[in-house]
């Protein structure tokens, strides 16, 4: 265990930094501290969302349906804020190896959020995306707690990378936390933080345990700039088989170059069969090869999660599924390489729009 005496001090009140925010938005729960009747604070476990605003960040947290004995608007800790808005809110990680454990404790000025304020219905997407469950509960209908005027205190046992400290390290929160970004910063990917990823990839089930995929790694901007090319010639003669309006098409292959362009990083997985085994029945055969794909999405997927977990984010494209032949002349791939995907890797220059997804009933057909 680390010596507490050599922890450092908790910082100073003042806004959150862009570095607390994010600290917040990859976590799920916090502790909300509202001021009871009684002079005691009231304190309650709550999920969140990080709200942006041009007034600076909030935070927003529902009235929802899990099981309560009065009506929300009764709830403790609204009748406490309707009485004194201030509020005090507290997200941490904790870890058995104290050398881990961080802090944000933010304070602020509370008030409910009615369904027909501009802000809510921003809210309540932004709530679905991070809490699937929301999805069926009828928040929309009801007030939400916004937390405006943010203080922030924090503190970290030890100081990790600024990449790596905001983003959880359990398995649920990574898969959870993990985004598809589309803008990066021009911050530049160390080639060790790139070979981590491939080597989380070499982890992934395969079939026969033969790790059927290989990957090309893009990272000059001259090559990057052939392979959009190269690309988008393709996908025009596509779209423009599809009927797409001219100026719609050419938008579209804008957005898709810049996206290669923005990213420091590409990485193009690849299908590799020749290592499979080989069966003179057609059906086999074909099984072989699509026990092959599958396992290359479990590659991506450690890929993915590896990333985020180091402070990176990525985007993953599948545009190579429709023109193999164009990217791998544009890498000067080996024939036997199939490209399936690219995925960009960097820095996120900005947050996505996070979709819902949906709740697991939903997904589930059958349990016997």
Not at 219 to 245: C, F, H, K, Y
Not at 287 to 306: F, H, K, R, V, Y
Not at 312 to 341: K, N, Q, Y
Request: aromatic share 6%; hydrophobic share 45%; charged share 25%.
């Amino acid at each position: 265990m680390a010596d507490v005496g050599s922890f450092p001090a908790i910082s100073a009140a003042r806004t959150p930094t862009e570095r607390e925010l994010a600290f917040l938005r990859a976590r799920r729960v916090g502790r909300l501290a509202t001021l009871g009747p009684d002079g005691f604070p009231a304190l309650v476990p709550i999920c969140y969302d990080v709200l942006h605003q041009s007034e600076g960040a909030a935070i927003v947290t529902a009235l929802d349906d899990k099981p309560k004995r009065v009506d929300p608007i009764d709830l403790g800790r609204v009748r406490n804020i309707l009485a004194d808005p201030r509020v005090g809110l507290v997200v941490d990680d904790y870890n058995e190896d104290w050398s881990q454990l961080s802090f944000v404790k933010l304070r602020g000025v509370a008030r409910l959020v009615a369904p027909d304020e501009p802000n809510h219905a921003m809210a309540v997407e932004g709530l679905r995306a991070k809490y699937s469950q929301y999805s069926k509960m009828r928040i929309e209908d009801r007030p939400l707690i916004q937390i405006d005027k943010l203080t922030a205190h924090s503190w970290r046992a030890s100081e990790f990378p600024a990449s790596v400290g905001d983003r959880p390290t359990a398995v649920g929160e990574l898969i959870r936390g993990r985004r598809s970004v589309r803008t990066f910063t021009g911050q530049p990917v160390l080639r060790e933080a790139i070979a981590a990823l491939i080597d989380a990839a070499g982890w992934a089930p395969s079939p026969h345990g033969r790790q059927p995929w290989r990957f090309a790694v893009v990272t000059e901007p001259a090559v990057r700039a052939a392979l959009a090319e190269s690309m988008a010639a393709t996908w025009r003669a596509q779209l423009n088989l599809d009927g797409q309006d001219a100026s719609i098409v050419e938008v579209r292959l804008g957005k898709s170059r810049q996206r290669l362009l923005n990213a420091p990083v590409l990485i193009v997985p690849c299908l590799y069969l020749q290592d499979l085994d080989v069966y003179d029945d057609a059906a086999r055969q074909a099984a072989e090869a699509t026990m092959a794909i599958q396992s290359l999405g479990a590659a991506i997927q450690n890929m993915l999660l590896t990333a985020y977990a180091s402070g990176l984010d990525t985007g993953w494209m599948c545009a190579p599924l429709f023109c193999p032949e164009i990217v791998r002349e544009a890498l000067e791939l080996d024939v036997s390489l199939i490209p399936h995907a690219i995925l960009t890797v960097g820095y996120a220059g900005q947050d996505p729009i996070r979709r819902p997804r949906r709740p697991s009933d939903e997904l589930i057909v059958s349990w016997h």
